[in-house]
């Protein structure tokens, strides 16, 4: 068994001669390798009982010889691929399962049935152009460009793609390359597998939007640990729905690209006591991503909720057909302008950015103090304090952030709402963050009158949302706006609002009633 790290990254055909070219290429070649053609065979069972269990297994012929590939789940953040592997000499269309070590992997095909129920379920088909790359200080990087494509039955997709693949050294070799690469060749990461592919492909499988996967902490994790498991998982939740963003026009994908946004955000702020680094460019950056994704996200909700309750409302209103059709124009406009965003240079230059940050073994305060108010002792470092412990430290002080605004909803301005929603929504993602460090019961109590606080803050603001959608297509439209429409739209969004701070009290009083679920564990 052995692990794999690799970053894979996807390039245009066009740009292949560039990338052959290129200085850095030049600078470390110490061995270039003839160009190889490889064929894969993916097995399966029909029920795709190895993918659901996050296997892929193959026969690779490579030459004259066959190699039985086993791999298990890993994971991958910001395109590094880190998975265990498995492999063997064997021959044609032979699977040696036996001979298989692993007590879990002997587990798994312990089952007879299982066994009998393999068969291929697509194959990969493509020529490997490689080099190595060496550096004075050891590192050693496998560079290879795969293209080729992948094939099941009559469908086929295509692979051209950059692996760089460690030998030797660190990780933050490997994306010092992809940087210096991605600054002359607009190439993209790749949280994808040719696997994933190839059983997309066999399966006609779609992309389905992602919500956040709970985040697991083990109980002596240190702070610092706490924060790279955190940020990998906000980034990984970021990059599975981009990619919907990329291919599809469904509007979960671009709700949930922007909660990863905000997650990742909230994230470098909770752990920035620990870490070194470009934090506030990393920060800026993901700012500008959210302001991209502001107006999508905005007119599909105008567009799919709002105006159809209306017009259900009022059917034959000529005013709200016209509005509807104005409202469509702007939401595909902007559609655009977030789907630019995430195939943007930009974008992958900040997925880089952040994977080279956690590959760097510099990117914390070592000698750090903890943050004021932290209750652990000085003499240790910030960073190698529990988490658990700096979780409840972080989790107090954004709580009382959220108490601090007001003892009654109904008395605040909608400013000074807004304030307390956007702490609310610091606090739920921080106590997602942790939660997995404390009893499930009280997190979920806690969590809930969170949330409910958050919703019913947020669909009081829609009238402030809806006002500044209708001044954009008052500005856009050539036809003036016409007062009874616009009557007719905040009216029924001041009505929701007011009938929403009717039940906002109760839900204040039940999150102040919530007791905090990091006290007394």
Same mark, same amino acid.
């Given at each position: ?8 990254l996807l390039i245009d055909p ?351 305060h070592e000698n750090a103090e ?69 009893p499930a019961r009280n997190v ?14 947020? %669909? ?11 001044? %954009? ?49």
């Open positions: 068994m052995s692990n794999e790290t690799e970053l894979k066009a740009h292949i001669r560039l990338l052959w070219r290129h200085p850095l290429l030049k600078a470390h070649t110490r061995q270039k390798l003839r160009a190889q053609p490889l064929l894969s065979v993916y097995y399966d069972t029909p029920e795709r009982h190895l993918h659901k269990s996050r296997a892929a297994l193959r026969l690779r012929q490579v030459g004259q010889r066959w190699i039985q590939t086993l791999k298990t789940a890993g994971n991958v953040t910001a395109g590094l691929h880190h998975r265990p592997e498995w492999e063997q000499l064997t021959q044609p269309d032979t699977l040696r399962l036996d001979d298989l070590q692993d007590p879990g992997l002997r587990k798994l095909f312990a089952d007879e049935n299982l066994r009998l129920a393999l068969q291929p379920v697509f194959t990969t088909r493509f020529s490997r152009s490689r080099r190595m790359l060496e550096w004075p200080d050891g590192d050693i990087v496998e560079f290879a460009l795969d293209r080729g494509e992948i094939r099941s039955g009559e469908y086929c997709l295509p692979i051209v793609e950059v692996e760089l693949e460690l030998k030797a050294g660190t990780p933050a070799r490997l994306y010092d390359i992809a940087r210096a690469l991605q600054q002359d060749i607009p190439l993209r990461v790749s949280n994808v597998s040719k696997a994933e592919r190839g059983y997309r492909l066999a399966d006609n499988g779609m992309l389905l939007p992602n919500k956040p996967s709970p985040v697991l902490l083990r109980d002596k994790v240190t702070a610092a640990d706490a924060c790279v498991i955190v940020i990998q998982d906000c980034v990984a939740h970021l990059q599975r729905n981009a990619e919907g963003v990329e291919e599809t026009d469904q509007p979960e994908f671009v709700h949930q690209v922007r909660v990863a946004t905000r997650r990742l955000r909230a994230a470098l702020k909770v752990f920035s006591a620990l870490a070194a680094g470009p934090l506030e460019w990393l920060q800026q950056e993901l700012r500008w991503l959210g302001q991209e994704l502001n107006g999508a996200r905005n007119w599909d909700v105008f567009s799919t909720r709002t105006l159809p309750m209306i017009q259900a409302a009022i059917p034959d209103d000529a005013g709200l057909a016209w509005l509807a059709g104005q409202a469509d124009e702007l939401r595909q406009r902007n559609r655009t302008r977030a789907r630019e965003a995430v195939c943007s240079a930009r974008f992958q230059r900040v997925l880089l950015d952040i994977g080279a940050w956690l590959a760097n073994p510099d990117w914390r903890p943050p004021a108010g932290f209750s652990g002792t000085r003499d240790t470092p910030a960073s190698a304090q529990s988490a658990k412990a700096f979780g409840s430290d972080v989790l107090s002080r954004l709580h009382r952030k959220v108490r601090k605004h007001t003892d009654s909803i109904a008395t605040l301005t909608p400013e000074e709402r807004h304030a307390v929603r956007i702490a609310a929504k610091k606090l739920r993602y921080a106590s997602q963050f942790f939660a997995s460090l404390y979920r109590k806690y969590l809930s009158a969170v949330e409910r606080l958050q919703d019913v803050l947020g %669909e009081m603001n829609d009238t402030v949302t809806t006002t500044i959608l209708l001044n %954009e297509i008052q500005s856009a439209s050539e036809v003036p706006l016409q007062n009874h429409v616009k009557g007719i739209v905040l009216g029924w969004a001041m009505a929701r609002a007011q009938v929403r701070m009717r039940s906002a009290e109760k839900t204040w009083q039940s999150f102040v009633d919530s007791a905090p679920f990091w006290r007394g564990d």
